[in-house]
């Protein structure tokens, strides 16, 4: 049997066209010989009358909403477009079939709200199957060892389509969205931006504003521990997207035409550098201890024996600044800082990267506040008002 997952978010299903789109690509799937899964997300944005934003507004105290209430209640969106979706297939004389996340044989922890996939039954899947039957699954959602319903946490249907192709052996999973794959930048941002044809698991995951946004990390990590190809695609096109792969192979597939350092360039904004002078590791522990404790998580993270720089979200920032200042510590605060970053698995071990980075940046005159890097990825920290430029001068160093 050769197994194709196709995943279908929100905007997929959000009006009678695009569902009439989705219905396109999973008829031209079955015509292709594919038992088909197709998993879906609620219908829609917030202000839509089904999807999981609407939802939540109609409980009276969200903040302090029941978490089991809460997870019966998002559940629903799901069901919702899955029978729609369901409907207008048979409409056309296809056999579906559709299972809730329970019924799919999804078992998750007992965490509302959060919860994780512990386990996949997939005898019922495989069954439906077998039948020549299209099964369409509920996203997001699972069930626990106690017979409670539990959902994922937000964007967690790719998650579960994700985990059905690793459960099933998939050939591929598709995930259907609004954009026609990754980008080597934002659009928005860099007007000669282009899609790319093949990206590594790790390099999705890192492309922070193109990635997440168009698939759960989550989701990502699961298919890579497996090696299930995921293709990222859009509903409303034929077009084949981009092909998210092992690092190894998506670098083999593009050496065939070039043989690329940096695939591409990423920007997150609304974070915020503190500087503290210190006397000592020992200080720095102190530092560290206090953030931890009041469950700030930290990034662009520096030590030294004279000091430390770390950089929290701008959320945490008054919060920080407090619990540091009763410590004794007085931190050096700079507001309205952006991380870019230059993301290639072909970075790793190649000596002149960062060279090149800082030539770029410096050609504009652009501070590099503070730098990290992994396997795949550097990192600049720099004021907001110069992160476009900053991201336009990295964008034609590198992927142009
Ligand atoms: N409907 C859920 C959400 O909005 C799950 C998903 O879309 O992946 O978070
Ligand atoms: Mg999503």
Same mark, same amino acid.
């Given at each position: 049997m050769r197994i194709l997952v196709q995943k279908f978010g929100g905007t997929s299903l959000a009006t009678a066209e695009s569902r009439a789109q989705a219905m396109g690509h999973i008829l031209d799937a079955r015509q292709q010989g594919y038992s088909l899964v197709v998993v879906v997300s609620a219908m829609g944005r917030k202000g839509d009358p089904y999807a999981t934003d609407t939802l939540i507004e109609l409980l009276e105290a969200r903040e302090s909403a029941d978490l089991r209430d809460l997870d019966l209640l998002l559940s629903c969106g799901e069901i919702i477009s899955a029978v729609t979706l369901s409907s207008m297939l048979r409409a056309q004389g296809i056999d579906t079939i559709v299972l809730t996340g329970g019924?799919?044989? +999804? $078992?998750?922890?007992?965490? *509302?709200?959060?919860?994780? %996939?512990?386990? %996949?039954?997939?005898?019922?899947?495989?069954?439906?199957?077998?039948?020549?039957?299209?099964v369409i699954v509920t996203g997001f959602q699972g069930i626990t060892d106690q017979g409670e319903i539990t959902t994922l946490g937000r964007g967690g249907s790719?998650?579960?389509?994700?985990?059905?192709?690793?459960?099933?052996?998939?050939?591929?999973?598709?995930? *259907?969205?609004?954009?026609?794959? %990754? !980008?080597t930048a934002d659009p928005h941002i860099v007007a000669d931006a282009s899609r790319l044809k093949t990206v590594s698991y790790t390099e999705i995951c890192n492309l922070a504003y193109q990635g997440a946004q168009v698939i759960h990390p989550r989701a990502v990590e699961i298919a890579m521990q497996k090696n299930i190809p995921i293709r990222v695609r859009s509903t409303m096109s034929k077009d084949e997207g981009t092909l998210v792969t092992s690092s190894s192979y998506a670098q083999f597939m593009e050496k065939r035409t070039n043989d690329r350092l940096v695939t591409g360039i990423t920007q997150t904004t609304n974070i915020t550098q503190l500087r503290i002078n210190i006397d000592g590791t020992k200080a720095a522990l102190k530092v560290f201890q206090t953030i931890a404790d009041?469950? +700030?998580?930290?990034? *662009?993270?520096s030590v030294t024996p004279q000091g430390v720089a770390f950089t929290v979200s701008n959320l945490d920032v008054e919060k920080a600044i407090a619990h540091l200042q009763q410590q004794g510590f007085e931190p050096a605060v700079?507001?309205?800082?952006?991380? $870019?970053?230059?993301?290639? &698995?072909? +970075?790793?071990?190649?000596?002149?990267? !960062?060279?090149?980075? $800082?030539?770029?940046?410096? &050609?504009?005159? +652009?501070d590099i506040l503070q730098s990290a890097d992994s396997h795949t990825t550097i990192w600049c920290l720099v004021e907001e008002k110069d992160m476009i430029t900053a991201v336009r001068a990295l964008h034609s160093k590198f992927c142009v």
């Open positions: 019924q799919a044989g +999804i $078992v998750t922890s007992r965490q *509302f709200s959060s919860a994780r %996939i512990l386990n %996949i039954d997939p005898t019922r899947i495989l069954e439906e199957l077998k039948q020549g039957r299209v790719d998650t579960t389509a994700t985990a059905l192709g690793v459960e099933l052996d998939a050939e591929i999973v598709h995930i *259907f969205t609004d954009v026609e794959g %990754i !980008m009041h469950h +700030i998580s930290v990034d *662009f993270i700079r507001r309205n800082c952006a991380k $870019v970053a230059a993301v290639g &698995a072909g +970075i790793a071990g190649v000596p002149g990267v !960062m060279a090149q980075i $800082v030539e770029a940046l410096e &050609a504009h005159s +652009i």
